[in-house]
């Protein structure tokens, strides 16, 4: 679940991971192939959170080069025979601390299960056929059944399969924030994080029910049709369905029923307030197979790449509805956001660092004596020109500051991330920035926890969104369309209420982006403004800050 560690970010894994069964911290390398060299991280904890705890012994640690290997933990096994051992041992104490019934029914190999989805109640019917990995946890089905159907993912759910040997012949699958937040009644229901789908049908012909929106009720019947042992690994796709998904927040069947009456009844006092509800493109019989399939392959992006978890990233996107905000959600695999920082850190982190490094340096324990107006002298002005390597920024012959912005740009930057102070006509280390001046390591971890800039809560959402256009390659152009799809999905308007422009997104981002701009890892390619032009290495920095 965690990938970077907070504390030494020298011990970042260069690898992705692989969460088991909602377990805290539980991480394999190459699924589902399982490649050698599984790691697991702890978040730089020197002992177990509090939920760790209650996890145990269900930890596991991780080692490797630069590595920390805290005593409460111990290695994952790295050949492919011993690390499936590792993996059963994982699922049987598992098995055993939550009392999950029906665990033998999992499939040892993945297998490609054809589900038939059903909206119940509904005539004609509504329906989908899609193809997913049997070994996916009904958490991860979840957001795909959304997708294939057309839900907006607005409200709570669950998951019913009968079982003659429970109590009440039944058992259910609640999300864990229904368990947590005592919707439900305490073990009578298991979590979906806990249940593979091979677990819930074994077979073809088995069943299972969907709730969705305890409000309007809406239930799913899930068939399994078919099950394909030479399916591509990891395969999703929507095969076939007819007709369009109800509005959400429609009334449930009844009012949906009411809905299609009124819109096929030009005549109905409630037809034009309805049609309006509804909006212009709702067509009830309509049903677009590759809009569904782009749907999902969003979705399962998202699952096999998501933001590290309880990241502040991951918090913002838990405000963003995913269908209200294509653009923003395509990124999410292209910025691999669980995916280490590969071989390259060193120079990642030189790179990244280099004008923080060199204005510390410079500055020194003596300060610099500024101008009688404020500016740096045109000496330092001279050799931060000369020093430093600008990237695409123009610079000039003048040794002025106040000709040279970019050395503005770095000069506030220093004071942004604290390490900067201006005394009595000097520039001055603060007590941080000298600490910072001893140890890169400390600065790397200063940079990428403090990250994005800005003090209003729209310059730091509007500076987490840029730092993912950077983590993907996004084009100039790109850069802007998400930036303003984003920022008015959260809510954002100019003061006079008028929609964001893609001038006014990027000024909420100013103060990440001039930083980014000033360290060389965005580049504005006004030349081919839809070619990527960022730096490989910034899009590993961006990922990290996107981390914390």
Known sequence: MAVVARGDFRTVSRDPVLELDGREMIAVLAHPEFREGALLLDNGRSSPSPRAEQSMPYLYGMGGPDMRRPSHLRAVPTSPEELRAFIDEIDDLADHATSRSDSSRRRRDVAGYQLRIDLAGVTPAIWRRIVVPSNL???????????????????????????????????????????????????????????????????????????????????HTIILEAIAEDAAPGAVACLAGERSCPPEDCGGVRGYEHLLEVLDDPMHPEHEELREW?????????????????????????????????????????RVPYRAAPLLYSLISRAELQGGVGPDFDHVQASALAHLRWLLHRIGPDGITLT???????????????????????????????????????????????LTRKLKGRLLLTK?????????????????????????????????????????????????????????????????????????????ADPTRQFLRTIGALVDNYGQPDAPADPAWARVFARMALSM
């Not at 399939?293 to 096999?304: G, T």
């Not at 730091?460 to 999905?489: C, D, H, K, P, Y």
């Open 137 to 219: 946890r009904l958490d991860e089905l979840h957001p795909l059944l959304q997708a294939a159907m057309g839900w907006g993912d607005c409200h709570l759910h669950e998951w019913v399969r009968v079982n003659p040997q429970r109590p009440g012949g039944r058992e259910t699958y609640a999300m864990r924030s229904s368990i947590e937040d005592s919707f439900v009644e305490e073990g009578d229901d298991f979590c979906e994080e806990d249940i593979r789908l091979d677990e819930a049908l074994a077979e073809p012909g088995d069943t299972l029910r969907y709730v969705y929106d305890f409000g309007d009720g809406w239930e």
């Open 278 to 318: 509804a909006g212009p493109d709702f067509a009830p019989e309509a049903f677009d197979l590759d809009a569904a399939n782009a749907a999902l392959r969003r979705r399962d992006a998202l699952r096999r790449n998501p933001p590290v978890f309880d990241s502040q990233l991951a918090e913002l996107l838990t």
């Open 372 to 418: 009688a107006s404020g500016y740096l002298p045109p000496a330092d002005v001279e050799a931060a020109r000369n020093e430093l390597d600008w990237g695409g920024n123009r610079i000039g012959t003048s040794t002025r500051e106040v000709d040279n912005p970019q050395v503005q740009f770095l000069r506030e930057a220093g004071r942004a991330f604290g």
């Open 432 to 508: 941080l920035g000298v600490r910072m001046l001893r140890s890169d390591g400390d600065l790397w971890a200063h940079v990428v926890t403090t990250l994005p800039l800005g003090k209003e809560r729209v310059e730091q959402e509007a500076g987490r969104i840029l730092l993912l256009t950077v983590a993907a390659g996004a084009s100039s152009n790109e850069r802007r369309a998400v930036m303003v799809e984003a920022l008015t999905v959260l809510g954002w308007r100019n003061s006079d209420g008028t929609p964001l422009s893609a001038s006014d997104a990027g000024w909420a």
